[in-house]
């Protein structure tokens, strides 16, 4: 018997991938997007630095504990909205708007909590540059990477936890 299932059925179905696995992917996928994005609007924000990797670290896992858990809700949301609203457009078509429409959305607020984290509210010029600048700089690599994984990677991922 699978000691997994014995623990809790939750954990795993069955003839079903394991929760456990279907979580780890989760993570890693928005470990390294949001890795990535905090990377570049930290970089955009203070430069390169002594501090930087530190920086980049405390930015990222800010983001990491407020706009990565509420990435999985919003890309589930847009694809039920899309589904609902565009029925017209087949998987493909409805996959590119959820794409970009994560790009912007999450990069606006990934922009958000590192222009926070580097700057704060205290002076709001420097806090919208720092947001604006953060946002430009990760927008174009965001746009290619959410078009490229919810065109390519995305309906995998979803067969998956669907298992």
Partial sequence: MNVEAAISPAIAAPN???????????LALMSVMGGLFTGIMTYS???Y???FLTDWLSAFLLAAVTVMPAGFF???????L??????GLNEQQRNLVIGVSMAVIMES???LT???HHVGFIEPAAFFNAWFNGLIAALPVALLAMVTITMTIKP???RFLKR
Avoid: N, Q, V
């Fill in 16 to 26: 079903g991938t394991p929760l456990i696995y279907k979580i780890l992917l989760l």
């Fill in 45 to 47: 924000s203070i430069g």
């Fill in 49 to 51: 630095t002594d501090t």
């Fill in 74 to 80: 919003i890309m589930t949301l847009l694809t039920a």
């Fill in 82 to 87: 899309a589904a609902k609203l565009l029925p």
């Fill in 109 to 111: 607020l990934l922009a």
């Fill in 114 to 116: 590192t222009a926070f």
């Fill in 156 to 158: 995998k991922i979803e």
